[in-house]
């Protein structure tokens, strides 16, 4: 017989069908015991005697049984398949669990994060967890579109590099057959560097930041959608970067609403026209609102951000706010001063519910310039030599901006930690197991 998918179960009433997946939830009456079967596709009831019994959660079951309709009064409207239920014929066990360390079956994991990721391979399986990456696919798809849209071409790059892509201290330094190399921090060299070539490109890559501390925003390792465009003036950036982010929240908006409204997330407003501050005016605004004076600070605080981003929500019924012009020396070397008032660049961040999920710049695109920013950066452009030659032999105007995947899915999921957001994040104390646990492991 031919499994059938959970979510298909309806269509066939009065038949035998096969079923497999995991065991979820038990509800024992003695003589009479259900179960909750799950498949990638849905959840189903399932009714039997003491043939299920025995079963434990997240048991690997294959079950062939009749469908019936529930009762009137029985039925459950949350669920896809809530109007049926499979009654038991015959039950195979494809494998065993071992004794969950931690109740998998409520609504909602109660779990510390610790333990959360302790877990990992386990906890991802709830179905709370799971539909965090299925927005997460969905934040993918909505920007692959959008940057197709304008008619980027998708490219692969490399995560290993000659140098350090954002200067800075937090590298990763890899021994390269006895020679220094540095995980990417950014697809950002090698984006640039395919301008000439496609003059509009679209990057998905992993970046790595040895970042110094812990926070709830920061990765050691995630996940950069990028897009760079050859020919383009500030004002072309800036629209494009609202677009590309305005059409990925719209194409979740539309394909999660399910999960969106499981998490009781209110709906996400997006305006026609996005906001846009200089970092100045944004400060300013605060000021204003707060009676706090951040006007000569360098750079926008964590509460800088919450304080604009409730201002667009208050002012402009939105959830974006495109900040623009911080300060040149803030930015990273390849960043383009802006003529008018070098101090400021031709840079933006794009902030959404409170926090940045998104920067970029327009270029210096002139060889001789950029050689001179490398230098005063204190970097040496031997370095650099690949990504120079992009500019040595002509190099268009040219900018881009990349997203941070996880920090969206984290806003837009409205979670407290971006840990939750990451399949298997790492950080300073993680990569899979907690480092205090593999060093006293390498130990014994
Ligand atoms: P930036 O360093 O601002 O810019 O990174 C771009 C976006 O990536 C996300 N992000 C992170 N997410 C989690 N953990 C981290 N440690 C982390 N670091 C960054 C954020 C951020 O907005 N090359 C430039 C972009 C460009 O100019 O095109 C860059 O990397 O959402």
């Not at 031997?382 to 030659?389: A, D, P, S, T």
């Not at 971006?418 to 790492?426: G, K, N, Q, T, V």
């Amino acid at each position: 017989m031919q499994r059938t998918i959970v979510k298909e179960i309806p269509e066939h009433k009065g038949e035998i069908i096969k079923v497999c997946g995991f065991v979820n939830i038990k509800r024992d009456h003695g003589k009479l015991v259900f179960i909750d079967l799950i498949d990638r596709s849905g959840v189903v009831q399932i009714v039997g005697g003491e043939k299920l019994s025995s079963l434990k959660p997240q048991d690997v079951i294959e079950v062939t049984g009749k469908v019936q309709e529930r009762p009137v009064n029985m039925v459950n409207k949350k669920i896809l398949t809530g109007s049926v239920e499979l009654s038991i014929e015959t039950i195979e066990i494809l494998s065993k669990a071992e004794e969950i360390p931690f109740d998998m079956t409520q609504e909602i994991l109660n779990v510390e994060l610790p333990t959360l990721l302790d877990f990992r391979a386990l906890t991802l399986r709830h179905s709370k967890v799971k539909s965090i990456f299925k927005v997460q696919a969905a934040v993918m798809q909505g920007f692959r579109n959008a940057a197709q849209a304008l008619d980027c071409v998708e490219l692969f790059v490399p995560t290993i590099s000659a140098s350090a892509t954002e200067g800075g201290a937090e590298v990763f330094k890899v021994d390269y057959y006895g020679h220094n190399a540095y995980m990417v921090q950014s697809p950002q060299l090698y984006k640039q560097m395919l301008v000439p070539v496609f003059e509009r490109v679209f990057v998905i890559s992993h970046a790595y930041r040895a970042e110094p501390s812990v926070t709830t925003r920061h990765l050691s390792e995630s996940v950069q959608m990028d897009c760079e465009f050859g020919f383009v003036n500030f004002d072309d950036l800036l629209d494009y970067l609202e677009l590309v982010g305005k059409e990925t929240l719209k194409y979740v908006g539309k394909t999660c609403s399910d999960i969106l409204s499981d998490f009781n997330i209110p709906e996400i407003k997006i305006p026609e026209n996005v906001p846009r501050l200089t970092m100045r005016e944004a400060q300013r605004i605060i000021l204003e609102r707060t009676g706090i004076d951040h006007t000569k600070e360098k750079d926008l605080e964590p509460e800088d951000e919450r304080e604009i981003c409730k201002w667009a929500l208050e002012t402009h019924n939105s959830d974006l706010v495109t900040i623009t012009h911080y300060p040149t020396k803030k930015r990273a070397f390849y960043t383009l001063a802006d003529p008018k008032d070098p101090e400021f660049s031709l840079s933006y961040d794009l902030l959404f519910r409170g926090i940045e999920i998104l920067s970029g710049s327009q270029r210096i695109s002139n060889y001789k310039d950029l050689v001179s920013a490398i230098k005063e950066r204190d970097l040496d452009p031997k370095n650099f030599e690949m990504y120079l030659q992009a500019f040595k032999y002509g190099m268009p105007l040219e900018g881009g901006f990349s997203f941070g995947l996880e920090r969206i899915t984290m806003q837009i999921l409205q979670l407290k930690n971006i840990r939750e957001a990451s399949l298997f994040p790492r950080d300073m104390e993680r990569v899979d197991q907690r480092l205090s646990v593999l060093k006293s492991n390498n130990k014994k």
